[in-house]
T-cell receptor
Framework: GESVGLHLPTLSVQEGDNSIINCAYSNSASDYFIWYKQESGKGPQFIIDIRSNMDKRQGQRVTVLLNKTVKHLSLQIAATQPGDSAVYFCAENMGGSYIPTFGRGTSLIVHP | KAGVTQTPRYLIKTRGQQVTLSCSPISGHRSVSWYQQTPGQGLQFLFEYFSETQRNKGNFPGRFSGRQFSNSRSEMNVSTLELGDSALYLC??????????????FGPGTRLLVL
């Protein structure tokens, strides 16, 4: 498949474990954050988002935590499955004409 | 509902040539954004079009341009290709655009190789 990034941080987990992927964002004025999943050969896929007035948001098997004090975002995946293997990256955004900024990504490898 | 489609999927060009990539957004989406993805720089925003107008622009040279048609389909053009333009070019569509918190739906990308 196509490589979406070389020398990315890699997280290896066993199937069924919980995974935590971290992201440090750059702009303290960012007010909207998104996690994407990108599988080999595909475009990024929206997973979950969170606004700056929240510190936690839950979806199906995923939870995003936002710590504005240290400009840190994390994605928790419960009961990780082999199909979760992909590159995950965060994006920060600010309203108006601000240009979205994406993190470099973390490669998640799930072993059966 | 059909997803975002991009054509062509793969392209090989030589330095100095120009290239045009096409993106068809999800029906009803008026915002189309273009991104360049490389191993070294990651995913970088090129520009966004909304209702045929360029609304946002990233930090890329003028060789990179785009346009949007009345049916929301978009094209991007790169003139005088350089080796460093080799990348995966992604298109994303949304109802309102990336700057307004709208969910973006990405296409599969066009892989461009410049020799």
């Amino acid at each position: 498949g196509e490589s979406v990034g070389l020398h990315l941080p890699t997280l290896s987990v066993q199937e069924g474990d919980n995974s935590i992927i971290n992201c440090a964002y750059s702009n303290s004025a960012s007010d909207y954050f998104i996690w994407y999943k990108q599988e080999s050969g595909k475009g990024p896929q929206f997973i979950i988002d969170i606004r700056s007035n929240m510190d936690k948001r839950q979806g199906q098997r995923v939870t995003v935590l936002l710590n504005k004090t240290v400009k840190h975002l994390s994605l928790q995946i419960a009961a990780t499955q082999p199909g979760d293997s992909a590159v995950y990256f965060c994006a920060e955004n600010m309203g108006g004409s601000y240009i979205p900024t994406f993190g470099r990504g973390t490669s998640l490898i799930v072993h059966p | 509902k059909a997803g975002v489609t991009q054509t062509p999927r793969y392209l090989i060009k030589t330095r100095g040539q120009q290239v045009t990539l096409s993106c068809s957004p999800i029906s009803g989406h008026r915002s189309v954004s273009w991104y360049q993805q490389t191993p070294g720089q990651g995913l970088q925003f090129l520009f966004e079009y909304f209702s045929e107008t360029q609304r946002n622009k990233g930090n890329f040279p003028g060789r990179f341009s785009g346009r949007q048609f009345s049916n929301s389909r978009s094209e991007m053009n790169v003139s005088t290709l350089e080796l460093g333009d080799s990348a995966l070019y992604l298109c994303a569509s949304s109802l309102e655009g990336p700057s307004f918190g709208g969910t973006q739906y990405f296409g599969p990308g066009t892989r461009l190789l410049v020799l």
